[in-house]
């Protein structure tokens, strides 16, 4: 079974160095456009791209939140984002001297410890107020915990008898195993301490705001798109990508290649019917997300050089400051 898309790629990113290099040509703030299978094509290459407007989700330029205009500093050696919670951020932070911490970080900057030794998967809530922690044992078992995304209290626990990971969390938490064609998509009522089971089979991705569930399908990377609340009714399927993010209004979504082992260098967006509307590649793509309906904001990796970059459809530009790698 593959590990779901938003763990995997995480724990992908060190591969850059072994990804092969595409180069892009053009003059400054361009990329080079080609066609591929009449598929407009963008080699993006972040050194080689102007800096443009800021991305309108929370996001990470180096170790500062960004929102909008407003930047906030996060002092730790390594920093991961999980979004926004009321006013404030989810961070985890890490460092020699202190190691892996759960903080609520205010506009101020100001921090709120709301765990120490947090587990290795964590997800916030769509609303911000709660936050999921997910920690696999083995194939066995793992262990879960929401807190409070204010103040750390602890809302509910869990021990599953599987190995699961968190794909998304509205009022329930959605989960999956590690079983494959045998595994299962289920909520987990938090409140109630509640199962239900959404799919016999493990999943890969969903978004619950726009209705939209991955799963494996038959093996061989093979995988299938549909509606979260009708996982039967196929939308979209394929052995050769996988669907790993879905525009707000479930319009659009962009692919990945399936076979991870095979490099994440290339990112295909597709509208809802699955025609292809055009094709980025780039020597490493280490996360894929939309922040509008429109537009895809990308983490980028060059031979020497990684940004965030924002595209709506040909239009690309930088989101970020470049980071030498």
């Not at 990804?19 to 591929?36: F, I, Q």
């Not at 926004?84 to 709120?112: M, N, P, Q």
């Not at 260098?265 to 292809?276: E, H, M, N, S």
Request: hydrophobic share 40%; charged share 25%.
């Amino acid at each position: 079974m593959r590990m779901p898309l938003a763990k995997s790629l995480f724990a992908m990113a060190g591969l850059a160095l072994a990804a092969p290099l595409l180069s892009a040509s053009g003059t400054a703030g361009t990329t080079a456009v080609a066609s591929v299978d009449d598929v407009p094509t963008l080699f993006l290459a972040p050194a080689e791209l102007d800096r443009g407007g800021n991305a309108r989700i929370p996001y990470l330029d180096g170790k500062t939140i960004v929102d909008g205009s407003r930047r906030i500093p996060v002092r730790a050696e390594d920093v991961e984002l999980y979004g926004r919670s009321g006013t404030a951020y989810i961070v985890r932070t890490e460092s020699k001297s202190e190691a892996r911490t759960l903080v609520r970080v205010g506009r101020d900057g100001r921090w709120k410890v709301l765990d120490r030794h947090p587990s290795s998967y964590i997800q916030l809530s769509n609303d911000g107020r709660r936050v999921g922690m997910f920690e696999p044992i083995d194939s066995d078992g793992s262990t879960a915990q929401v807190i409070d995304a204010r103040t750390g209290a602890r809302v509910a626990s869990r021990f599953f008898r599987s190995a699961v990971f968190s794909l998304d969390f509205g009022r329930r938490v959605l989960l999956t195993d590690d079983l494959g064609r045998n595994g299962r998509t289920f909520w987990w009522d938090v409140d109630r301490d509640t199962i239900t089971v959404v799919k016999r089979a493990s999943a890969l991705y969903a978004d619950i705001p726009a209705n939209r569930l991955v799963y494996e399908t038959d093996g061989n990377w093979c995988s299938a798109l549909s509606k979260l609340t009708a996982p039967s009714v196929v939308l979209w399927r394929s052995c050769r990508e996988t669907a790993v993010a879905v525009s707000p209004d479930g319009e659009r979504f962009a692919t990945l290649p399936a076979d991870l082992n095979q490099g994440q260098d290339q990112v295909i967006l597709r509208a809802a019917d699955g025609r292809t509307l055009v094709r980025y590649r780039a020597n490493f793509f280490s996360k894929v997300r939309f922040d509008t309906e429109r537009s895809l904001l990308l983490e980028v990796w060059g031979r020497r050089w990684a940004a965030e970059v924002r595209c709506v459809r040909l239009s690309c530009h930088r989101a970020s400051a470049l980071t030498r790698w």
